[in-house]
């Protein structure tokens, strides 16, 4: 299966947008000759506007880190899909830090993933099990559940290029901000055996075989090339060294080579 890999940057709530003029700038000079990797940035809301006007012509795309799902309303503080949208081409949704500080469940995930599809966004849907869950041995209930019920619903169709509007992440919670990574042969046991399964249980094996699955925690410039040169890791949703253009372009020129 052909799938065009993939390294998205989550910025988490990192970079004011003077931060963001100096970074964006480089990784367009750095991404700029790297063929045959998609690359997305996910900056927080405020220099989402800067930051697409500094993207222009680069190639780069931009994501959102969250929205709400309902279309508008009183809702204080909230982003709506079609405000997303209107700058955005891609959009993180069930973020762990989101599932733990922001009470977010399998339900509302659910609902975020449904109401980024019906605007045309682009969900990277991530999943993942915690430390304790992964020691008592839940790592395929957790992850297995996850992804059935934050897909449940869900109708995916491929585009005229054979490309399904959505990517999986598959972001172990001990592994993110950590420094310890999974292995590359764990993260891609977890793709093979729990995430591709429980996406053709839901959409068939077609489908399942055509949508990116990324591997996220902990990955840098140093360690990336492990992710990418697994069977079913298409790219990496990255972090702290997505803050790093140097960093940025070397996990972008790994994924590049394999
Ligand atoms: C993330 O925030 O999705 C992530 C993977 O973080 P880090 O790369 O810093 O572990």
């Keep these: 299966m052909n799938r065009t890999p993939l390294v998205a940057g989550n910025w988490k709530m990192y970079k004011t947008i003077a931060e963001a ?34 993207l222009e012509g ?14 508008e309303g009183a809702y204080t503080g909230e982003v709506s899909p079609t405000m997303v949208a209107e700058v955005c081409e891609y959009v993180i949704i069930g973020h ?8 977010e469940t ?10 980024a599809l019906e605007v045309g966004l682009i969900p990277i849907f991530c999943v993942g099990e915690t430390f304790d869950e992964n020691e008592k ?3 395929v209930s957790v992850v297995r559940r996850q992804v059935e019920a934050g897909l449940q619903g869900i109708e995916l169709r491929q585009n005229g290029h054979g490309d399904v509007p959505l990517l999986v992440a598959y972001e172990p919670v001990w592994a993110i901000g950590t420094g310890k990574a999974a292995s590359g042969e764990f993260a891609n046991e977890v793709v093979r055996e729990i995430i591709r399964p429980a996406l053709a249980s839901l959409f068939g094996e077609k489908i399942a075989g055509s ?15 492990e992710f990418f040169e697994q069977t079913e890791i298409d790219g990496a949703l990255v972090g702290g060294a997505s803050l790093k253009a140097d960093e940025f372009i070397g996990i972008v020129c790994a994924a590049a080579v394999i």
Excluded at 21 to 41: D, S
Excluded at 96 to 103: A, L, V
Excluded at 106 to 115: F, G, L, P, S, Y
């Design 106 to 115: 399998d339900e509302t995930v659910n609902r975020k993933i449904k109401a």
């Design 137 to 139: 041995g839940l790592t």
């Design 21 to 54: 003029r100096q970074l964006v700038p480089e990784l367009v000079r750095g991404l700029k000759e790297i063929q045959g990797v998609q690359k997305v940035i996910c900056p927080p809301f405020t220099s989402l506007m800067s930051v697409k006007a500094l």
């Design 58 to 71: 680069s190639g780069i795309h931009l994501g959102a880190q969250n929205l709400f799902w309902e279309k």
């Design 211 to 225: 949508i990116r699955v990324l591997y996220g925690g902990s990955v840098k410039a140093s360690n990336a090339a």
């Design 96 to 103: 762990s830090e989101r599932r733990i500080y922001f009470g």
